[in-house]
């Protein structure tokens, strides 16, 4: 069994680590990785707006370059690249690489011409044809363009902006790619849950833009529809306008930001306010190495990961004060002009290309409950949040991510692992009334009786979605690892979480999901995203943190505890694994992921040792 004295200084090793990143106020930024993908679709952005305006070829040849460089030098031996630096090659991510290499070289940069092999910027790869041609031959072996239209499916939220990008590379005419209904981005916002868009809630920018551009390349050969997407264009350009953020990045992505961007300049607007503003985003992105991340930062989410991680002593009054302050600066209070989300909700990010979603809003509101502040506005800010979350729980209980009842597509979906945050969140608040009167008198009965009733659904939604083997898949992470790149351990724990906070852990589903949790534990004591995958702090922690709350589960919840006190004490709990989701399947990972469920898996170890406690010595 672990030793007690050993996980105590487990726990200040990792929480002395986690507080030292963070700023000076108590809030984390964190750092999101590098992103071959982000760098290929901003290098074609910046050559695009280069091609029709030569005159900024010096401003963004450097930037150019040392992002081909950055490329060359992290191309994976077989020839492809992945969504880091980290992860497996990929047919996406391949071919926006590829496509970016031929449309610089087709347009004939000096620096990067077939007779300047050994030049500086390909010096650790070789030349710009050696690079080429072992993609050429990934993507010859993995399918081609045929392989992206079968990844995605009928989401053409990423399928049709990489198959545009190779169109603008001049790697595929315009005639197979899918048109887009822009038009449609002239509807008001509530009528996009009615007509089944082929993307996303969240791409709007891309159906208008990448629509539009593909429009202006292929137009439709029926006279009416193509009359009316010429009547729309400059409306939904004003729309574009309209919705995007001060920083110029649409969600604070390179990708969405550059597809955008890329798509405006080939049709000779690269002077539009929206691909001016969509190119000082990606100059202000970039980083030291000539790489981009996939999103600037994820600072909100991190900093209330960060929170609900640690000891309560282990963050000072003065701090928890600071923290409290600057979480509810963050609380959205107007209607968003992207989702149209009501106020009330929390974006991923303190930046101005955030939306408020049903992930960050349960994660800060769990944050501000467990900082115990007495800031007289958290009362007011904490029934905003709970009144947010009830308006966008769906019809089938679960919760989406950003928009109530689209549902057409998996990423505006009920999803388990949300759904499982709202409702943790629901009993965080319910507890904190508790704590102030001897019932609920303190809340409305009207509000009350939601809040019950929200909480029946969920659970009845969870309890629908389990997999017959008691798993549940979640939708913001996965594991490379695993079959169909799917992360039952994670889905898994965060379900169980909720399962725990209300007390339910009894319920049939969640001894199903427990047991299969502790059946994929690996030999070395870890745990992967799924059986017989490689172990991860990541995973390890979350799964372990859950096995906790059951005493009978105590072996493999202590050797996965001791697992993690290796990695403590061998100083390798800080490598980070790829398993994060950033919209389809686009992956990245955080640099402080790792720390920051090490320290909560120790934090709730040491919160449960008693006597009694049969799991610690």
């Known amino acids: 069994m672990t030793d007690l004295n050993r996980l105590r200084r487990g726990y200040d090793a990792a929480a002395k680590c986690l507080l030292s990143e963070a700023g000076p106020y108590g809030t984390w930024e964190g750092e999101l990785s590098s992103s071959p993908l982000s760098t290929a679709t901003a290098i074609a952005a910046l050559q695009l707006v280069q091609r029709t305006n030569p005159a900024r070829a010096a401003e963004f040849a450097p930037l150019i370059q040392g992002g081909l460089q950055w ?3 992290c191309q994976n031996p077989d020839g492809g690249w992945g969504d880091t630096i980290k992860s497996h090659s990929n047919i996406s991510t391949a071919t926006l690489v590829y496509a970016s290499f031929h449309l610089v070289k087709s347009d004939a940069i000096a620096a990067l011409a077939p007779s300047a092999a050994g030049s500086p910027c390909f010096a650790a790869s070789g030349s710009c044809d050696d690079v080429m041609l072992r993609a050429k031959g990934y993507l010859d072996d993995h399918g081609g363009f045929d392989a992206i239209r079968r990844r995605y499916g009928k989401d053409h939220t990423f399928s049709v902006p990489i198959l545009t990008q190779c169109a603008l590379a001049g790697l595929l005419p315009w005639d197979q790619l899918t ?3 822009f038009e449609l981005g002239w509807l008001p916002h509530w009528f996009y849950r009615w007509v089944h868009l082929p993307v996303v809630s969240y791409a709007l920018p891309a159906l208008i833009a990448i629509g539009q551009v593909r429009h202006y390349h292929q137009p439709s050969r029926n006279p009416l529809l193509r009359w009316i997407r010429q009547a729309s264009v400059k409306p939904t350009l004003r729309r574009l306008e309209s919705i995007q953020p001060e920083s110029g990045g649409f969600l604070e992505a390179t990708p969405l930001t550059s597809f955008v961007t890329m798509s405006l300049a080939a049709m000779g607007l690269n002077e539009h306010p929206v691909a001016r503003k969509g190119i000082e985003f990606l100059q202000a992105s970039v980083r030291p190495d000539g790489s981009w991340p996939i999103d600037t930062n994820l600072a909100t989410w991190v900093t209330t990961l960060s929170v609900n991680a640690l000891r309560p002593e282990s963050i000072t009054s003065f701090k928890a004060e600071a923290i409290t302050d600057w979480l509810l600066h963050q609380q959205h209070r107007v209607v968003h002009r992207y989702t ?10 303190d930046l ?10 349960p994660g800060a509101i769990l944050a501000l409950l467990k900082l115990n502040s007495a800031n007289p506005n958290l009362p007011s800010a904490l029934l905003a949040g709970i009144n947010w979350l009830l308006d966008l729980q769906n019809r089938d209980g679960g919760w989406p991510t950003f928009c109530r009842g689209w549902g057409a597509l998996p990423f505006d979906r009920s999803t388990p692992d949300l759904t499982a945050h709202a409702l943790r969140a629901l009993r965080g608040w319910l507890t904190f009334h508790e704590r102030h009167a001897s019932d609920h008198s303190s809340i409305e009965p009207h509000l009350l009786h939601r809040v019950n009733m929200a909480v029946k659904r969920g659970f009845s939604f969870l309890d629908r979605t389990q997999h017959s083997n008691g798993t549940w898949f979640p939708l913001w992470f996965g594991n490379q690892f695993s079959a169909d790149e799917e992360n039952p351990v994670y889905g898994v724990a965060r379900v169980l979480a909720a399962y725990r906070d209300w007390n339910r852990l009894h319920d049939q589903s969640a001894q199903h999901a427990i047991k299969w949790l502790a059946s994929v534990q690996n030999p070395d004591g870890g745990w992967g995203g799924a059986a017989e995958t490689p172990s991860s702090t990541e995973e390890t922690a979350l799964a372990a943190e859950i096995l906790l709350a059951q005493p009978e589960f105590s072996v493999p919840a202590s050797r996965g505890l001791d697992w993690l006190l290796e990695r403590v004490e061998s100083k390798m709990f800080q490598v980070p694994a790829p398993i994060g989701l950033y919209f389809a399947k686009l992956w990245y990972f955080e640099r402080l992921y790792p720390i920051i469920f090490t320290v909560s898996a120790f934090a709730r170890a ?8 049969s799991l610690l010595k």
């Open 606 to 613: 040491i919160e449960q040792a008693d006597p009694a406690n």
């Open 340 to 349: 149209n989300a009501a106020p009330g909700g929390w974006a991923w990010t």
């Open 71 to 73: 490329l060359a030098q």
């Open 352 to 361: 101005s290309g955030g939306v408020p979603d049903a992930d960050d809003t």
């Open 179 to 181: 048109p887009l209904p």
